[in-house]
């Protein structure tokens, strides 16, 4: 049987290294055809000799240029530009989506566009550009298919289900390491508590993104698109063990529902291998060595990222574009301890109050809005 050829974008991160540790498990199945990260010329480069990978894409153009010139083995594609066109060159059998944030998208869009299987994790592309996304799958006959935990959980409930039969989705979440803090501590968090989450982890964007929930409503955002599944048919449970990924309820009220360690190379195989599984040697999961499973209903008064998803959701057009735009800048500006954790929810409450309501359809379109609402939380947090 012939390996699937993969290219991996967000390779030097969490998702990204995990992704190499299942290659590396499974290495009669698949082969790594292109690795591309942010910055980190070494890292990349190092990956690309210890999988034998001949194409490497780097957004940073300056330490795009520098691994060129220091190493003759590999084709450097620089920027933002060359990841889209390195996606053309290398033209493998399956992308994997994980590079952290907006600047996701391009490179996702442009696999899709050839008809080229994508298996995402990249959260913020479903938020903001979700509908194009998805249509553009469906002229192509390209699939996507989730790796997010929570959304693999969903995608495995579903098989072999109608979905008009869909009645509810369950979408559990850990809660993040605040769940239980007394509201007049979290403007209190620093970037260093926020950055250690109890279950997962994971790159610093979303551990902080997990913290305020903002995570949670951008999950929603991905069963919206990926199942096409009404905001109002889907509901989150805070579920802090992060043993039952999510849930579905079906129109004669049963329920399925998928658990496992929280483990991401789960998820991650699964959408490697889809629709087929392959056998793993990943801890089994034993529900006598679980702590009592508990759920709970989210506190949105305490955390208003939810909520705004949904509203942001729901109101459509440009508007989910700047909910992550603005979310992108807040925790950038939480990182460099410019604004207190309680303030991400406020700038992005600001930031879709401020917007003019614009529609968008295309990739420029897009851009556009994303980069006002990041301009627009920036220069509020510089005015103030
Ligand atoms: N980690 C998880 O458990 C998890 C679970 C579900 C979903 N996700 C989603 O998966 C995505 C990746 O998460 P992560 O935790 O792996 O993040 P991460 O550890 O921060 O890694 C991000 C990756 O993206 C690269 N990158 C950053 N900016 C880039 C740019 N402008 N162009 C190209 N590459 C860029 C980074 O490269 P450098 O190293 O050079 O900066 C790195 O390889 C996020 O959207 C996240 O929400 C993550």
């Given at each position: 049987?012939?390996?699937?050829?993969?290219?991996?974008l967000?390779s030097t991160?969490?998702?990204?290294?995990?992704?190499?540790?299942?290659?590396?498990?499974h290495?009669?199945?698949?082969?790594?055809v292109?690795l591309?990260a942010?910055?980190?010329a070494?890292a990349?480069?190092e990956?690309?000799a210890?999988f034998d990978?001949?194409?490497v894409?780097?957004?940073d153009?300056?330490?795009?240029?520098?691994l060129q010139?220091e190493?003759?083995?590999?084709?450097v594609?620089?920027?933002?530009d060359g990841?889209?066109?390195?996606v053309h060159?290398?033209?493998?059998?399956?992308?994997v989506?994980a590079?952290?944030?907006?600047?996701?998208?391009?490179?996702?869009?442009?696999?899709?566009?050839?008809?080229?299987?994508?298996?995402l994790?990249n959260?913020e592309p479903l938020v903001a550009?979700?509908?194009?996304?998805?249509?553009?799958?469906?002229?192509?006959?390209?699939?996507v298919i989730?790796?997010?935990s929570?959304?693999?959980?969903?995608?495995?409930?579903?098989?072999?289900e109608k979905?008009?039969?869909?009645s509810?989705?369950?979408?559990?979440?850990?809660?993040?390491?605040?769940a239980?803090l007394?509201?007049?501590?979290?403007?209190?968090?620093t970037?260093?508590?926020?950055l250690?989450?109890?279950?997962?982890k994971?790159?610093?964007?979303v551990?902080?993104?997990?913290a305020?929930?903002?995570?949670?409503?951008f999950?929603?955002?991905?069963?919206?698109?990926?199942?096409d599944?009404?905001?109002?048919?889907?509901e989150?449970?805070v579920?802090?063990?992060?043993?039952?990924?999510s849930l579905?309820?079906f129109?004669?009220?049963?329920?399925?529902?998928?658990?496992?360690?929280p483990d991401?190379?789960?998820?991650?195989?699964?959408a490697l291998?889809?629709?087929?599984r392959?056998?793993?040697?990943?801890?089994?999961?034993?529900?006598t060595?679980?702590s009592?499973l508990?759920f709970?209903?989210?506190?949105t008064?305490?955390?208003?990222?939810?909520?705004l998803a949904?509203?942001?959701g729901r109101?459509?057009g440009?508007?989910p574009?700047?909910?992550?735009?603005?979310d992108e800048a807040?925790?950038?500006?939480?990182?460099?301890?410019r604004?207190?954790?309680?303030?991400?929810?406020?700038?992005?409450?600001q930031?879709?109050?401020?917007?003019?309501?614009?529609?968008?359809?295309?990739?420029?379109e897009?851009?556009?809005?994303n980069?006002w609402?990041?301009?627009f939380?920036?220069?509020?947090?510089?005015k103030s």
């Amino acid at each position: 049987m012939s390996r699937k050829r993969i290219l991996l974008l967000g390779s030097t991160g969490s998702i990204g290294t995990q992704t190499l540790d299942v290659i590396s498990r499974h290495s009669d199945r698949f082969r790594v055809v292109g690795l591309a990260a942010g910055s980190n010329a070494d890292a990349v480069s190092e990956q690309a000799a210890r999988f034998d990978v001949r194409h490497v894409g780097l957004a940073d153009t300056v330490q795009a240029s520098r691994l060129q010139a220091e190493n003759s083995l590999v084709e450097v594609f620089g920027g933002s530009d060359g990841l889209v066109e390195m996606v053309h060159a290398v033209a493998p059998d399956l992308v994997v989506g994980a590079i952290s944030g907006f600047a996701g998208l391009p490179s996702i869009l442009a696999a899709l566009e050839l008809g080229i299987n994508v298996a995402l994790a990249n959260k913020e592309p479903l938020v903001a550009a979700g509908e194009l996304i998805m249509t553009t799958a469906e002229r192509t006959g390209a699939e996507v298919i989730p790796i997010d935990s929570e959304l693999s959980a969903i995608l495995q409930c579903l098989a072999g289900e109608k979905r008009s039969d869909i009645s509810r989705v369950l979408l559990t979440a850990s809660g993040g390491p605040f769940a239980k803090l007394p509201p007049e501590q979290l403007s209190q968090v620093t970037p260093q508590q926020a950055l250690a989450h109890p279950n997962w982890k994971m790159g610093q964007k979303v551990t902080i993104d997990s913290a305020t929930l903002a995570n949670k409503g951008f999950e929603v955002f991905e069963v919206r698109w990926l199942f096409d599944v009404s905001f109002d048919r889907i509901e989150v449970v805070v579920h802090h063990q992060s043993v039952i990924h999510s849930l579905v309820e079906f129109s004669d009220t049963s329920v399925i529902a998928q658990l496992g360690w929280p483990d991401m190379r789960v998820p991650i195989q699964y959408a490697l291998s889809y629709p087929d599984r392959l056998a793993s040697d990943l801890k089994p999961l034993d529900l006598t060595k679980t702590s009592p499973l508990t759920f709970a209903a989210p506190d949105t008064d305490r955390f208003p990222c939810l909520q705004l998803a949904y509203e942001a959701g729901r109101a459509g057009g440009g508007y989910p574009v700047v909910l992550t735009g603005a979310d992108e800048a807040a925790v950038r500006l939480f990182l460099q301890e410019r604004i207190g954790f309680a303030e991400i929810a406020g700038c992005i409450e600001q930031a879709l109050e401020a917007f003019d309501g614009q529609t968008v359809t295309g990739l420029d379109e897009i851009e556009e809005v994303n980069d006002w609402a990041v301009r627009f939380v920036t220069e509020s947090a510089d005015k103030s």
